[in-house]
């Protein structure tokens, strides 16, 4: 798996990162969804730069001109809700991408540390062929998203994914690693080294659906 991390250069995403860190700032449930959104469209034009594109000709009041488009075609595919904010900011800049959404969750036991991933819902269109955009905010255990791609395997054989994440964890990156398929490329924000007993990503920025929707019961 190729990682792209964003964080190594300094950029203004640094501040949509700091910003969503921030137990202050975290307080504005709007703001942190924009923050969020704004990550999704700086990640979305990184990993642009990578896909494949056609020349086509232009006309143009006056004249014509010749220039590249994105010949792929994209499937962003987003787990609800916390990955809602990231999904419209990648969709703001792939306008004509085909959309899956996938409903998944941590279920812990008598509020055990221990926990299972729950997936009970999808909605996807054909993958066969085509860019998959993998999209979960914070990848803290990769459970996840180990869960979901077995889950859209029903759904057809895409040429390539790409998982988009706004923070992740080294234990996480290192467990996916050895599940998707080796030209898998992640891109993310910022990755942070460890997980706490309940397999949340320190310092990281506590539960991203919670801050972005309301606490649920």
């Not at 809602?84 to 969750?105: M, V, W």
């Not at 996807?124 to 905010?137: A, E, F, H, M, N």
């Not at 923070?167 to 993310?188: C, R, S, V």
């Amino acid at each position: 798996m190729k990682v792209h991390n964003l964080a190594e250069q300094n950029s203004i995403l640094n501040q949509f990162i700091s910003e969503i860190r921030d137990t202050q700032i975290q307080k504005d449930s709007m703001r942190f969804r924009r923050n969020i959104e704004r990550i999704g469209e700086v990640l979305g034009y990184e990993l642009s730069k990578t896909l494949n594109y056609a020349d086509k000709t232009v006309i143009t009041p006056l004249g014509k001109k010749d220039t590249q488009l994105v010949k792929d075609k994209v499937v962003i595919c987003s787990i609800l809700r916390a990955g809602l904010p990231l999904h419209q900011g990648l969709l703001n800049y792939f306008d004509k991408a085909e959309n899956g959404f996938i409903s998944a969750y941590r279920k812990h036991e008598n509020n055990a540390d221990d926990f299972e991933v729950v997936v009970n819902y999808f909605a996807s269109p054909s993958l066969d062929g085509k860019v998959l955009i993998l999209t979960d905010p914070m990848l803290a255990t990769g459970k996840t998203l180990e869960n979901v791609l077995l889950g859209l395997k029903e759904y057809g054989v895409p040429k390539k994914i790409y998982i988009v994440s706004v923070i992740g964890a080294k234990p996480g990156l290192d467990y996916i690693e050895g599940i998707f398929p080796e030209n898998t490329h992640l891109w993310i924000g910022a990755i942070d080294p460890e997980l706490n007993a309940r397999g949340y990503i320190l310092p990281g920025i506590g539960d991203a659906g919670d801050l972005a929707y309301g606490q649920k019961l």
